[in-house]
C-alpha cells in the first residue's frame, strides 16, 4: 500500500507506461527487474508468458541481473497491461531506473576484462619465448638467436603492457598528480621500471629480460580487479536521485485560469497548483480546492492513505490517489519536508563515507614503506655496495615486484567475490565494498515494519460468501485507484468494470442500482452504526488490526470485506534467530502505534517506536551507536532512506522504493527474510578470512623483502613467488563456500509459511 | 631453426584470432548473462520468436 508509484501493480495501478521508450523502429521498449527470477523455469515462464501476447516482439530475461528486456508494438500504456500479465504469474516487475548507471558500470568491466584478455595473450607468447630462452641458457642458443627472441618478446610485451596497464598507470596517475599514494603507485612503478630495465637489457644484448613476468603479474592484478569491480557495483547517489523527484514540473494556475507547467522553482509562496489525481505532489502547501486521498507514505511511512480536504497541508513527495486538488502553495525547494530529507541523507552518506574498506587502511602505510624500502635498496647497494646503476636497479625492481601487493591486492576481493556469490544464491546482493566488513560487527538490528516485517499487500482476512455481492464490489472496485479498491477488484478479476460509479475521496463509491444506490466504503459511508453492528459480524475480528471495508444495497444485508496486514514469511524465526544470537531487535516505524505495537507483540520484540519521522529514526539509531551498537537497518521506503544510509549498515528488499535500493548496502531478493542471519554469519566470516589473507600477505613480505634487498631474488622468482601468494589467498578465501552453519534456517524458508496476523499463534510460539 | 621465422608468426596470429574472437564475443553481449545462457540450454523446444522475434509473427494471419 505503500510507495504507490514505485510499486508494481497491481499494489495501486502503478504507471509503468512512462518509463517506456521509443525505439528507432516504432516499437516500445522497457526494462524491468523481475526480482523473484531465480531459476531458468522462471525465464521461460515469464519469456513465454509475454511472446503469448499479440504485440510483444520480444522478451528477454537477464538471469544473472534480473532484468527483462521487453518489446512490443502498439501503444506505450500496453505496459501496464504486461506488468499485469507477470504480476498475476507470480512475478511482480518493476521498472529499471539505474539503467544508464549500469550501462556506464558495464563499460568499465568491459575495458577490465579486454585488459585481461590482452594481458593474457601478451603472456602466453612472450612466455613461450621465454621458456624457448630458457632452455637455451642449458642448451646451445647462440647470442643471436637470443637477442632474437628477446626483440620478438619485446615487440609482443611493450603494446600489451600498455594497453593492459592503463588501469593501473591512470589510478597512480592521478594519485601522483594529487600528491597521494595508492596501491596502483608501487604496482605502476614496478612495471614500468622492470619494463625499462627488459628494454634496456634487449638493447645492450643483457642475457636477461622479464616481459614475461611482468605481463603475468599485470594479468593476476586484473584478475583482483575484475573481482573487485564486479563486486562493489556502482557507486551510486541517491541523493541526486532524490533530488530529481524534487525538481518535477508542477502545474501552475495563471490568473486566467488556465495551467501551465513550471518547475517548482519557478513557484511563490502563496501560488495556486493544480493536482491531478495519481500525480505526486511538488511543493508544500494547502489545499484550498477538492479532496483526495493521499499517499504520504514516502515522507512519513503512514501505510493508509490520508484523506484530506480543504485546509489541510500537503506535503511535496506524497501521492495524490483519487481526486484532483487544488493547493496554496507554502514553500518550495530548499524548504519543503523533501528536502529536509535529502540534506539528512546527504549527512548521513558523508559520515558512512569515513569507512574505509580494510585494505586500503593497509596499503595506507604499506606504499610509502615499499617504495622506501626499493629506494633504499637502490641506493645502498649503488653507493655502498658498489654495484652499478642497472644492476642496483634491478635489486631495487626485485623488491617492488615481491612486495606488490599481489597477495594483498586479491586477499579482499576474492573473499568478497566468495562471500558475495554465496549471498547472492541465498538471494542477497552485495552493493558496497564495505558492506560485509560493517555488518560482520552487528550486535543491533532496527526494523521498519512495513514492507519489511509485514508484506505491501494487506490479506483479505474476510469476504462475503455471496458471490453476487463479490461480483457487485468488484465491478465497482475496478473503477477506483484506491489500493484497498485495488484489492477487492482483484477477487473477481472478470468482473465487467461499473461504468456509473462515482468516487467520494476518503469515503467510498456510490452506483446507482435498481432501487436505490450501491455503496462500498467505510461504514460510516454506508450509513451503519460500526458499534451497533451484529456481534456476529464482528466477532472474526481477531486483533482488532483488520481494516473493513462494506458493502450496502437495497434489500441486502450489508456485507464485510476486511483487510489485516500479513507478516513476511519467517519474519518471526528471524526474529527469534537474531534474538538467539544476542542480536538486539527493534521496531522502528513511521506507521500508527497499534498496528507496530500488535507487530511487535506478535514477532516478540520488546522495544518499538511508532510514527517516526526520517528525523526520528536517525536519532533512534545514532542513540544506539552512542551505547556501543553496531546497527543493521532494514527499510524500505523513502522515509527510510535517510535512517539506512546512517546505520552501520542497511539492508532493503529488492521491491523497495528506488532510492531506498541505492542508499542501503545489501538488497535481499524474494519474500522471505530468513537469510537475515545466514547473512549475518558469512559476513563474520568473511571478516576473519580477509584478516587471515591480509595477515599472510604481511608476513610473506616481511620473510621475503630482507631476501630481495640482499639481492638473492631474480624478479623471475619474485614473479613465481608473488603468483604462490596469489594462489594461497584464492585457496584460503575459497574455503568459505563450504560454509553452512545456518543452512536449517535457510531451507525453513517457505515462502508459503506467511503468518497471518488476525490468526492467533499459539501462546507457546510468543 | 629457419623454421621459426614461420612458427613464431603463426603462434602470434594463432593467439590473435583467439584475442579477437573473445573482444568479437564481448562486445556482442556474449558475457553479459552467463548464468541464463547456462539454464537455455536445457529448454527442450525450440523459440524461434526470442532470437528472431519477427519472424514468425509475420506467418501468423
Redesign the interface.
Known amino acids: 500500500m505503500r510507495h504507490t508509484i514505485e510499486r508494481p501493480a497491481p499494489a495501486a495501478g502503478a504507471d509503468v507506461a512512462g518509463s517506456c521508450e521509443m525505439q528507432p523502429d516504432g516499437s516500445w521498449q522497457l526494462h524491468l527487474l523481475v526480482s523473484d527470477v531465480t531459476?531458468?523455469g522462471c525465464?521461460?515462464k515469464v519469456?513465454?508468458a509475454l511472446?503469448a501476447e499479440p504485440n510483444?516482439?520480444?522478451?528477454?530475461?537477464?538471469?544473472?541481473?534480473r532484468r527483462l528486456a521487453l518489446?512490443w508494438q502498439g501503444s506505450a500504456d500496453l505496459a501496464n497491461a504486461y506488468v499485469q500479465r507477470l504480476s498475476g504469474l507470480g512475478y511482480p516487475a518493476s521498472v529499471y531506473r539505474t539503467e544508464a548507471l549500469l550501462e556506464k558500470d558495464k563499460s568499465v568491466e568491459?575495458r577490465l576484462?579486454?585488459a585481461l584478455?590482452?594481458a593474457f595473450?601478451g603472456a602466453?607468447?612472450v612466455m613461450?619465448?621465454a621458456w624457448a630462452v630458457w632452455a637455451g641458457h642449458f642448451a646451445t642458443m647462440g647470442q643471436g638467436?637470443r637477442d632474437f627472441f628477446h626483440w620478438?618478446a619485446a615487440l609482443?610485451a611493450v603494446p600489451c603492457i600498455y594497453y593492459s596497464g592503463q588501469p593501473f598507470f591512470s589510478s597512480a596517475w592521478r594519485a601522483m598528480s594529487k600528491r597521494q599514494t595508492n596501491m596502483d603507485v608501487p604496482i605502476s612503478v614496478g612495471v614500468v621500471l622492470t619494463t625499462a630495465m627488459s628494454i634496456y637489457e634487449t638493447m645492450t644484448s643483457g642475457p636477461h629480460v622479464y616481459f614475461d613476468g611482468v605481463l603475468m603479474l599485470l594479468f593476476l592484478l586484473l584478475v583482483g580487479r575484475y573481482l573487485d569491480h564486479k563486486v562493489r557495483g556502482t557507486a551510486r547517489s541517491a541523493v541526486h536521485d532524490l533530488a530529481m523527484l524534487a525538481g518535477q514540473p508542477v502545474n501552475r494556475i495563471e490568473a486566467d485560469g488556465t495551467l501551465r507547467s513550471v518547475p517548482p522553482e519557478k513557484l511563490a509562496r502563496g501560488d495556486l497548483v493544480h493536482i491531478a489525481a495519481g500525480e505526486r505532489i511538488g511543493v508544500d502547501g494547502e489545499i484550498t480546492e477538492g479532496q483526495s486521498s493521499v499517499d504520504t507514505a514516502l515522507i512519513d511511512g503512514e501505510t493508509t492513505p490520508k484523506d484530506l480536504a480543504v485546509g489541510a497541508p500537503v506535503l511535496a513527495g506524497t501521492m495524490n490517489l483519487t481526486g484532483p486538488l487544488v493547493a496554496k502553495v507554502k514553500s518550495v525547494g530548499e524548504a519543503t519536508v523533501l528536502a529536509e530529507i535529502v540534506r539528512l541523507l546527504e549527512a548521513a552518506e558523508q559520515k558512512k563515507g569515513r569507512y574505509r574498506a580494510f585494505a586500503d587502511k593497509v596499503i595506507e602505510w604499506y606504499s610509502p614503506t615499499v617504495h622506501t624500502l626499493a629506494l633504499a635498496a637502490f641506493l645502498g647497494w649503488w653507493l655502498l655496495g658498489g654495484l652499478d646503476v642497472p644492476e642496483a636497479l634491478m635489486i631495487a625492481v626485485c623488491v617492488l615486484i615481491i612486495t606488490c601487493p599481489c597477495a594483498l591486492g586479491l586477499a579482499v576481493p576474492i573473499t568478497q567475490v566468495v562471500a558475495a556469490g554465496k549471498l547472492s544464491r541465498l538471494g542477497v546482493l552485495v552493493k558496497s565494498d564495505t558492506a560485509l566488513e560493517r555488518l560482520a560487527n552487528i550486535n543491533a538490528v532496527i526494523f521498519d515494519k512495513t514492507g519489511t516485517l509485514t508484506t505491501l499487500q494487506p490479506e483479505l482476512v474476510q469476504r462475503p460468501n455471496d458471490d453476487t455481492a463479490v461480483r457487485l464490489a468488484s465491478s465497482m472496485a475496478a473503477a477506483s485507484r484506491h489500493p484497498l479498491s485495488q484489492a477487492i477488484g482483484s477477487l473477481m478479476p472478470d468482473a465487467r468494470r461499473a461504468k456509473q460509479v462515482e468516487e467520494h475521496p476518503g469515503e467510498g463509491l456510490a452506483m446507482p442500482v435498481e432501487g436505490g444506490e450501491a455503496r462500498l466504503g467505510s461504514a460510516r459511508w454506508c450509513g451503519l452504526d460500526a458499534d451497533a453492528l451484529e456481534p456476529s459480524a464482528t466477532s472474526t475480528s481477531q486483533s482488532g488490526l483488520e481494516t473493513e471495508v462494506w458493502l450496502t444495497r437495497p434489500d441486502h444485508e450489508p456485507v464485510r470485506f476486511a483487510f489485516a496486514p500479513v507478516l513476511r514469511p519467517d519474519a518471526l524465526e528471524t526474529v527469534k534467530d537474531l534474538q538467539a544470537h544476542n542480536i538486539y531487535v527493534e521496531i522502528v516505524s513511521g506507521d500508527r502505534g497499534p498496528f507496530v505495537e500488535a507487530i511487535a507483540d506478535q514477532l516478540g520484540i520488546e522495544h518499538w517506536q511508532a510514527q517516526s519521522t526520517p528525523a526520528d529514526k536517525i536519532t533512534r539509531i545514532e542513540a544506539l551507536q552512542t551505547q556501543g551498537y553496531k546497527v543493521l537497518m532494514v527499510g524500505d521506503g523513502l522515509n527510510d532512506t535517510p535512517a539506512l544510509a546512517a546505520a552501520d549498515a542497511s539492508l532493503a528488499p529488492a521491491m523497495a522504493a528506488d532510492i531506498s535500493r541505492r542508499a542501503a548496502d545489501l538488497v535481499f531478493q524474494g519474500a522471505s527474510l530468513g537469510v537475515l542471519p545466514t547473512m549475518l554469519s558469512i559476513a563474520a566470516r568473511t571478516q576473519r578470512i580477509v584478516g587471515q589473507n591480509i595477515a599472510f600477505a604481511i608476513a610473506y613480505n616481511l620473510i621475503l623483502i630482507p631476501v630481495a634487498v640482499a639481492g638473492l631474488v631474480t624478479p623471475w622468482i619474485a614473479a613465481i613467488a608473488m603468483a604462490l601468494s596469489s594462489l594461497i589467498v584464492t585457496g584460503n578465501a575459497l574455503r568459505l563456500d563450504g560454509l553452512n552453519p545456518f543452512q536449517a534456517i535457510a531451507t525453513r524458508a517457505n515462502p508459503q509459511a506467511a503468518i497471518n496476523l488476525s490468526r492467533p499463534i499459539p501462546a507457546g510460539q510468543r | 631453426m629457419d623454421v621459426l621465422l614461420f612458427l613464431i608468426p603463426f603462434a602470434l596470429l594463432l593467439s590473435a584470432v583467439g584475442l579477437i574472437g573473445f573482444f568479437w564475443a564481448l562486445k556482442n553481449g556474449q558475457f553479459d548473462d552467463l548464468q541464463g545462457a547456462a539454464e537455455r540450454i536445457l529448454y527442450t523446444d525450440d523459440h524461434p520468436e526470442h532470437a528472431e522475434p519477427n519472424l514468425d509473427r509475420e506467418r501468423e494471419p
Request: include cysteine.
Open positions: 531459476c531458468g525465464v521461460r519469456e513465454e511472446a510483444v516482439l520480444s522478451a528477454r530475461v537477464n538471469l544473472s541481473t518489446n568491459k576484462v579486454m584478455a590482452v595473450f602466453a607468447n613461450m619465448l638467436t620478438i609482443i
